[in-house]
C-alpha cells in the first residue's frame, strides 16, 4: 500500500515562494524497495516533466530550470517530502506532484514512477 498526498499550492506573485509538502504513507515492502522520489509537473496542453529528484542516500537532481530556485528535501521520519520553491516564475504555473520509484534519480521520466499523489495546483502571476 502506497498513498502520497500533496499540500501547499496556491497563487502567488511572481517572485513570491511557496513550500510543497507531500506526506507518504507507506508499507513496509514499499519501504524496503523505493529508491527514489521526486517532483513532477504538468502545465495545461503540456507534457508532464520532472522537476527535481532525491534518493535513498540523499543525492539529488534538478531540471535546470529551476537550479538555484527549488530545492527538495526529506524527513524520513514524518514521511514526507517537501519542495522549497523560490523567485516563482509565471511559467513554475503548473500542476506539482510528487511520486515514487524502485529506480534512481539518473531517470526522472514519469514512466519510472510508479506511484503517484493527486496534485497540487500552483500559480504564477
Known amino acids: 500500500h502506497v498513498q502520497l498526498v500533496e499540500s501547499g499550492g496556491g497563487s502567488v506573485q511572481a517572485g513570491g515562494s511557496l513550500r510543497l509538502s507531500c506526506a507518504a504513507s507507506?508499507?513496509?515492502?514499499?519501504?524496503?524497495?523505493?529508491?527514489?522520489m521526486g517532483w513532477f509537473r504538468q502545465a495545461p496542453g503540456k507534457e508532464r516533466e520532472g522537476v527535481t529528484c532525491i534518493d535513498r542516500n540523499l543525492n539529488t537532481r534538478y531540471a535546470d530550470s529551476v537550479k538555484g530556485r527549488f530545492t527538495i528535501s526529506k524527513d524520513n521520519a514524518k514521511n514526507t517530502l517537501y519542495l522549497q520553491m523560490n523567485s516563482l516564475k509565471p511559467e513554475d504555473s503548473a500542476m506539482y506532484y510528487c511520486?515514487?520509484?524502485?529506480?534512481?534519480?539518473?531517470?526522472?521520466?514519469?514512466?519510472?514512477?510508479?506511484?503517484w499523489g493527486q496534485g497540487t495546483q500552483v500559480t504564477v502571476s
Open positions: 511520486a515514487a520509484s524502485f529506480g534512481y534519480c539518473n531517470n526522472m521520466a514519469p514512466g519510472a514512477f510508479g506511484y
Open positions: 507507506v508499507d513496509t515492502y514499499y519501504s524496503y524497495s523505493s529508491n527514489s
